[in-house]
């Protein structure tokens, strides 16, 4: 031991899909459970972030969930919620590869020490690692614009990931607030039972179909904003929303953001004002890394600079479904990448002798 903390070769930071998938390729590669390498989670149970969501999401309306690698998902009843399938099929996979899963441990920093670790701080106890995969997703980090009057509204504001189903709303006006996928689907689901007005900053972009080649290219928009230290920005602002009739209907009716919130309600510049019982700001998440800022590694841009999964500055940090890859198939291959360097980096480097 380092005298710092426990060491070991790799800790991976997170048991979402892009832990869950990292810590495979791990075992896969030669490490050891629990003395080569350690999942570190926060969270009470198996999921990561699909321990959260809405209970209204359905197997059938996700967008599409990719299994991890080396065993697929039993077929499940489509109206399954997903916060009940995922999580089922992500404890079935840590059992079925034995993957070494702490939980609930949270990591409140990630330091260098004088002995060529990194030193994994944690509500557990401190690791001293050769590598750390950082695969902390966003669900935590829930992103709140700011607009004047805000602390006056005398209504609910709520964001996404407080969300739990339309019935709360029922008779109620609601603004729901951005440009994403989520928006869209909660706006339907309240429209159901209460009236509703849609706003957001830029007009949507739109997408007839989405073919493979364009999803390439909205990957390499975020791949090219993360090498250059930017923050990564959503998917959807590189994709454009599906063109479902869904989306049809909304469009038609969508309002520019307003200026301001009243007690009441919000209003524009213009002396328009619209009444609200509720706010909805499903206005996305950041990518969660506040406990990486002793490494020091946020760029002017606001983003850590990454190559491929490797953080440009540290290059014993990896991360995966960081930026590029924040998506269950993204995840997936970013975690062998991470794991093949990580590898190759280990092999270059013997460790010291304590
Ligand atoms: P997460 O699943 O968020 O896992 C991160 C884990 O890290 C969590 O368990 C968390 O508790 C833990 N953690 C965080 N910080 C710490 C810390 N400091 N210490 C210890 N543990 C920590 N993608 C798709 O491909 N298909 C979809 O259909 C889809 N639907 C989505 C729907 C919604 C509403 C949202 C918000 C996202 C959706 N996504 C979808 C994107 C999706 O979130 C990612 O694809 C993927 O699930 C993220 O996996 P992850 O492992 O990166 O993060």
């Known amino acids: 031991t380092t005298g710092a903390g426990v060491d070991i070769d790799v800790v991976v930071i997170g048991a979402g899909q892009a832990g869950l998938s990292s810590a495979h390729f791990l075992g896969r590669a030669g490490f050891a459970p629990h003395t080569g390498y350690l999942v570190l989670d926060h969270e009470d149970g198996p999921g990561g972030a699909w321990r959260h969501r809405w209970p209204s999401l359905r ?5 599409g969930v990719h299994a991890l690698p080396g065993l697929a998902m039993d077929p499940v009843d489509p109206d399954t919620p997903a916060a009940e399938a995922v999580p089922a099929y992500f404890a079935a996979y840590e059992q079925h590869f034995h993957l070494p899963v702490r939980r609930p441990v949270r990591v409140r920093a990630v330091r260098r020490d004088p002995a060529d670790r990194l030193l994994v701080q944690t509500s557990a106890g401190t690791w001293a690692a050769r590598a750390v995969i950082n695969a902390t997703g966003t669900w935590d980090q829930p992103f709140w614009p700011r607009y004047p009057g805000q602390a006056e509204f005398t209504g609910r504001q709520l964001h996404t990931a407080d969300y739990r189903g339309n019935a709360e709303f029922a008779g109620q006006h609601v603004v729901v607030v951005g440009g994403g996928s989520s928006a869209v689907q909660l706006l339907s689901e309240i429209a159901e039972v209460a009236t509703t007005t849609w706003v957001t900053r830029r ?16 990957v390499a928009v975020v791949d090219q904003r993360v090498r250059a230290g930017l923050p990564p920005g959503s998917v959807v602002s590189a994709t454009g929303l599906p063109l479902t009739p869904q989306v049809r209907a909304a469009v038609a009716r969508r309002l520019p953001m307003f200026d301001r919130i009243t007690p009441t309600g919000v209003a524009w510049a213009d002396g328009r004002r619209i009444r609200a019982d509720a706010i909805l700001w499903a206005t996305g998440f950041r990518p969660a890394l506040a406990h990486l800022a002793p490494l020091g590694l946020r760029e002017p841009g606001g983003g850590i600079r990454v190559d491929g999964t490797r953080a440009v500055a540290e290059p014993r940090l990896h991360l995966v479904g960081y930026g590029p890859s924040a998506s269950t198939i993204g995840a997936n291959r970013a975690g062998r990448v991470a794991v093949r360097e990580i590898r190759e980096l280990l092999a270059g480097a013997p460790p010291r002798a304590a």
């Open 59 to 63: 197997m059938r309306t996700v967008h």
């Open 203 to 218: 007009p949507p972009r739109l997408r007839e179909r989405f073919t493979p080649e364009e999803g390439r290219a909205a």
